[in-house]
């Protein structure tokens, strides 16, 4: 298993690195940097949809092992990703009705490397992730998913709605997780199904939530309102691999 996160530093190892089609999860770059080498490093991190952040020099020389960024450090994913295609393959190579994670604003590695965890053993063929305002295949993520990562195929993808719209057409379902929707146990959960979680703090985005075909609410008796992410999660991917088992 390999837990290392890539840190690349330097402009000619990023520049490289994104010219030899390596995927980098987020570029950290010098504000006010505006070199002619900086600029084209930037271009080519918008061309490959990489999340762009700009901190301060101090920032930089923190996040350096060398000493030597030049005013850009790029963070490489430890493992490597699949394609929604590679999930798709997994659920046929079992001969299995799909069972897709598809998570929407989940930021914390440690939440995704528990669901990635739980999709594992709940029987999910794999977890789907959108590029922007997400958390990418880090170490700590793969730590959290205690060897998960290993068996558990992970797509990262432009547009969480239009994947949607393209696995309606090769006919999966999907709920989404939302304490306004119908029970669980109400929902019929069986066959092709996409399973589709927000953060604890701002849900599933609402053009997500548009193309879901239904919402589903987990009861709660207590005195707060909602589940961590990876619990929401788990309490449903079990209730769908319930349902899925009854078969």
Not at 16 to 31: C, M, N, P, T, W
Not at 42 to 50: G, L, M, Q
Not at 81 to 102: R, S
Not at 180 to 203: A, C, F, N, Q
């Amino acid at each position: 298993m390999r837990y290392e996160e890539f840190t690349i530093e330097g402009r000619n190892a990023v520049r490289e690195a994104f010219r030899s089609g390596k995927v980098i999860d987020k570029l950290y770059v010098q504000d006010g940097c505006q070199d002619g080498p900086v600029v084209a490093i930037k271009k080519e991190a918008k061309k490959h949809d990489t999340i762009i952040r700009y901190v301060t020099r101090e920032r930089l020389d923190q996040m350096s092992g060398t000493g030597k960024h030049q005013g850009v450090i790029a963070m490489a994913a430890a493992y490597e990703y699949a394609t929604v295609q590679d999930i798709l393959q997994a659920a046929k190579a079992k001969q299995e009705p799909p069972f897709v994670i598809l998570l929407d604003n989940i930021e914390d590695p440690h939440n995704l490397g528990a669901i990635i965890r739980t999709a594992n053993l709940a029987g999910a063929h794999g977890v789907i992730i959108p590029k922007n305002r997400a958390v990418g295949l880090t170490a700590g993520v793969a730590r959290a998913s205690a060897g998960a990562l290993n068996y558990t195929p992970v797509a990262k993808v432009t547009n969480l709605a239009k994947t949607i719209e393209e696995l309606k057409k090769q006919g999966l379902w999907f709920v989404c997780a939302d304490m306004g929707g119908t029970s669980m146990y109400e929902l019929d959960m069986k066959g092709p199904i996409g399973l589709v979680i927000g953060s604890e703090g701002e849900g599933v985005g609402r053009l997500v939530k548009e193309k879901c075909d239904m919402v589903a609410a987990i009861p709660m008796k207590g005195n707060i309102d909602s589940l961590n992410a990876s619990v929401a999660a788990g309490v449903l991917a079990y209730e769908i691999l319930r349902q899925r088992s009854s078969l």
